[in-house]
């Protein structure tokens, strides 16, 4: 299978499309059936990180989605905030996290990564470029029968 791009203006609107290619993509790769709702959750979570991002930081870049079957099949999400942003609050306790001064995106950004590791046994987070950008690299088994 070739690798699947998709890259979206940051939108939440846009979330449900990269879900909806995303299990598409994943039964193609032969992805587990009962693993696809994991898979809708995850795409759905990393990408709505993403947008919020995007939005708390008045981004108009777009979302990059790139899909692939190689070594099982690989989502990566990658967003365009300052690096900072991206990773900082995956540090946070729940106290931090409570605090009415983090914004509704802020909020979104550091509580989607516990729900990512609660989908995907293999989650990777990371800078992608010089102080601008963060990857989340969601893998899951996968084989065509």
């Known amino acids: 299978m070739a690798t699947v791009k998709l890259s979206f203006s940051p939108a939440p609107v846009h979330v449900r499309t ?6 598409a993509v994943a039964r193609r790769a032969g992805v587990r059936e009962d693993l696809l709702d994991e898979v809708r959750l995850a795409i759905g979570e990393a990408c709505t990180r993403a947008v919020a991002l995007h939005r708390q930081y008045g981004l108009v870049d777009p979302v990059y989605v790139e899909m692939s079957d190689t070594g099982g099949y690989t989502v990566r999400v990658v967003d365009r905030a300052p690096i900072e942003a991206g990773l900082g609050l995956a ?9 009415e001064s983090l914004s509704e995106d802020a909020l979104t950004t ?6 990512l590791a609660g989908f995907v046994e293999d989650l ?15 893998t899951w088994p996968a084989g065509r029968a």
């Open 110 to 115: 550091g509580v989607g990564f516990a729900l």
């Open 91 to 99: 540090a946070l306790g729940p106290d931090e996290l409570a605090k």
């Open 124 to 138: 990777q987070v990371r800078p992608v470029d010089e102080g601008v950008g963060t990857e989340v690299r969601m």
């Open 18 to 23: 990269a879900r909806l290619v995303g299990v």
